[in-house]
């Protein structure tokens, strides 16, 4: 039976992992926050072992990696899938919410890893596969702590990776906007940021337009796993993976030069048209 850890298991992406992976006859230990959905992940399979974990508290990283090797003699496959999006204009974002937006999204993903990364290398060598973002190619404006976080996340394991010498695989999967509840908590986790601010309250208004958009009109989520069933089962999967036209899109324009990206940018800005 083979043992894979998926974290950010009870909604979106993560959670329809761990469904699909326990399906094909995994034991999954899936990552939670919070603890009213512990038991859902319970009640779906018994191949399901749910373990508590904050990505922005960090005892309870140490305490996660203590459960799982405590109950497991080898770890396949390492999904990091949780995260967040903290949005704002660079002028006025409290840059203690920025280092959340890193904590969550990247240093904790690394802290787990390492925890577990002994586990991994067992037989011939596990994936690690990150759920990063089309953000991470940084053309998108006021989600820029989350774009730098991917960014930050992608060139850290990337390292990993090469330095590593083929004892684990690195996979970063960069979605573009998908439908799942992550918009609508984005909305609600950034709602105070302006503050008394009265510059960019046309800006925020079209954030949250746009969240509410990328909530019902993004590519399904079941792509996604599709994508990565198919990554975790290859043996020479690559690098990086790109899903959905809109990340196709941007990762083209990231190969522009600087001075183009940002008069592209600010385009669609004023036209209202990006993401
Ligand atoms: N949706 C998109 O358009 C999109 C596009 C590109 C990449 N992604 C990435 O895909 C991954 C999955 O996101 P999703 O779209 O499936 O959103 P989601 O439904 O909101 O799932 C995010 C998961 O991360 C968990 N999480 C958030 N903060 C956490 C913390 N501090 N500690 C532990 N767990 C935490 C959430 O826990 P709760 O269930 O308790 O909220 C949830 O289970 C994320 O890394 C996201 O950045 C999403």
Redesign the pocket.
């Known amino acids: 039976m083979k043992t894979i850890v998926i974290?950010?298991?009870?909604?979106?992406?993560?959670?329809l992992l761990v469904k699909e992976f326990v399906q094909k006859g995994y034991l999954v230990f899936a990552?939670?926050?919070?603890r009213n959905?512990k038991k859902r992940l319970e009640m779906f399979s018994e191949n399901i072992i749910p373990f508590y974990?904050?990505?922005?508290?960090k005892w309870?990283i140490e305490n996660a990696v203590h459960f799982i090797l405590d109950r497991t003699e080898k770890i396949d496959t390492l999904i990091?899938?949780?995260?967040?999006?903290i949005a704002g204009p660079m002028e006025c974002l409290n840059v203690d919410r920025i280092r959340e937006q890193f904590e969550?999204?990247t240093f904790?993903h690394l802290s787990l890893t390492q925890g577990l990364f002994e586990k991994l290398c067992l037989n011939g060598g596990g994936k690690i596969i990150n759920?990063?973002?089309?953000?991470s190619f940084g053309v998108y404006p006021f989600i820029a702590p989350?774009c730098a976080s991917?960014r930050a996340l992608d060139m850290l394991f990337n390292s990993m990776e090469i330095e590593c010498g083929g004892d684990v695989k690195v996979i970063s999967v960069?979605?573009?906007?998908?439908?799942?509840?992550?918009?609508e908590?984005s909305i609600e986790l950034n709602k105070d940021v302006l503050g008394d601010n009265e510059k960019y309250q046309k800006e925020l208004a079209f954030m949250i337009e746009t969240a509410q958009k990328?909530a019902q009109s993004?590519?399904d989520?079941q792509k996604?796993v599709d994508l990565v069933v198919k990554i975790e089962g290859l043996e020479k999967p690559k690098p990086s993976y790109v899903i959905g036209f809109d990340?196709k899109v941007a990762e083209v324009v990231s190969h522009l030069p600087q001075k183009w990206i940002n008069f592209i940018v600010r385009k669609m800005l004023e036209k209202r048209c990006i993401f």
Not at 7 to 15: E, L
Not at 80 to 85: F, L, R
Not at 131 to 135: A, P, Y
Not at 174 to 183: C, H, N, R, Y
Request: hydrophobic letters at 35%; one cysteine or more; glycine letters at 16%.
């Open positions: 974290t950010g298991a009870t909604s979106g992406i993560g959670n990552g939670y926050r919070n959905l974990i904050d990505l922005s508290k309870t990091n899938a949780a995260g967040c999006v969550v999204n904790a759920i990063s973002s089309t953000s989350y991917k960069k979605p573009g906007v998908i439908k799942t509840p992550l918009w908590k990328g993004g590519l989520a996604v990340a």
